[in-house]
């Protein structure tokens, strides 16, 4: 085991096949917020389009300029940006939108990955829809695996998404996702959970309850941020956000295959 000590408080575990212990900056052991039952639903601040956007676009904040705009269910925008082989299917948290998610897109882009987005139909639910964006990606020309990445609800439905895409799936990264110990425990791919301390939904419990549950995973990595009550993509506009990044995009770059 190691312990890799980023930001002031950001506490680091890599394992192999799980079965460590997840201890904060200081050595002890990470105290453990009790969850509420669903993610919160307090709508994240998005980030306001720098210029007027006319013609085909998601939220605002991916046009064509960006990649193949496409629309599915009921009208539904999405975009697929980038031309990597390593395909990335990004699944929001409950009230947010893909803007909020431009920032980890960008880098994705810049570091040779194909990354798809979308608004989500609220009819569906969320592991369908991560599904069915799945096999959109999966059917591009020249992409041969795909990470599934999300945040809160996203993160948590990215587990059985990614196990339901079979061999295509190279691994789930999951922000402030409460991955029910059931599913962690079938999880044959490379894991990565990010959270903060106090967080209600996705916080330092419920991240080690998937960790410890996980013994299939290759890679079992746990993050958590403490003292801390950021919330899924908050952490990206926060102090800590170029870290959770970097560490996002180190983390596919060691596991993309």
């Known amino acids: 085991m190691r312990r890799i000590i980023g930001l002031a408080g950001l506490v680091v575990v890599l394992t192999a096949c799980g079965g460590t212990v997840t201890t904060t900056a200081s050595g002890g052991p ?3 917020p009790t969850p509420t039952s669903s993610p919160p639903a307090t709508p994240t601040p998005t980030p ?6 006319t013609g085909p676009n998601v939220s605002g904040c991916f046009t064509e300029e960006d990649g193949e705009i496409f629309t599915h269910g009921d009208d539904l925008p999405g975009v697929i940006t980038g031309k990597g082989e390593v395909g990335v299917v990004i699944t929001y948290e409950r009230l947010g939108n893909v803007c909020n998610w431009r920032p980890l897109s960008d880098r994705l882009v810049e570091a040779g990955y194909r990354v798809l987005l979308y608004a ?3 009819s569906v639910p969320p592991e369908d829809m991560a599904v069915k964006m ?8 020249g992409v041969k695996r795909l990470f599934f990445v999300g945040g809160s609800i996203g993160g948590t439905v990215s587990a059985p998404a990614a196990a339901r895409m079979g061999d295509k799936a190279a691994g789930i990264v999951a922000l402030s996702g409460a991955i029910d110990a059931e599913v962690a425990a079938k999880i044959t791919v490379p894991l990565l ?3 903060t301390e106090n967080d209600g939904y996705g916080g ?5 309850t998937s960790h410890d549950a996980a013994t299939k995973a290759p890679a079992n990595e746990v993050h958590i941020i403490k003292g801390e009550g950021f919330h899924a993509t908050d952490m990206f506009r926060s102090s800590y956000g170029p870290e959770v990044l970097d560490r996002i995009v180190a983390f596919m770059d060691r596991h993309k295959g």
Request: positive net charge; proline residues 7%; aromatic residues 0%.
């Open 134 to 141: 799945g096999k959109r990606l999966a059917g591009k020309k």
């Open 120 to 122: 989500r139909d609220s």
């Open 48 to 53: 306001s389009p720098s210029r007027v956007i």
């Open 30 to 32: 990470t105290p453990a």
């Open 193 to 195: 959970q990010i959270g």
């Open 204 to 208: 330092a419990k419920d991240l080690q």
